[in-house]
């Protein structure tokens, strides 16, 4: 998946993300440089999967070989049509559903 800021100048991008890493950082949260310099992607990235184990958010151009080895469903795509992969890689065996009182 790739991400394009809402704000196309980068000065200003840079702005907003050092006010929105203050006020993380009055919060009480500690950033390594890295998060503070991207911070606006790894949080866009945090609000689209929302904690879900089931939905993986990858750039397909880069993850490519791997993602075509398992079976997956693709939501959003530049056709905007939805595809699906549900043939089951050779060896695969059927996973038990998690108990309701799994804590993961």
Known sequence: ?????KEPKRD??????????EQ???????????????WWHLEAFRFLKRGSRAISLIDYKAEKEFVDKVRHVVLLSNTG????????PKGA????RRPRDCPF
């Open 81 to 88: 049509v939805a595809e699906s992969r549900n043939d089951k």
């Open 12 to 21: 200003r991008l840079r702005e907003l993300t050092r006010k929105r890493v």
């Open 24 to 38: 993380l950082e009055t919060a009480g949260r500690q950033l390594n440089l890295f998060e503070i310099e991207c």
């Open 1 to 5: 998946m790739e991400l394009q800021p």
């Open 93 to 96: 065996a059927r996973r038990a």
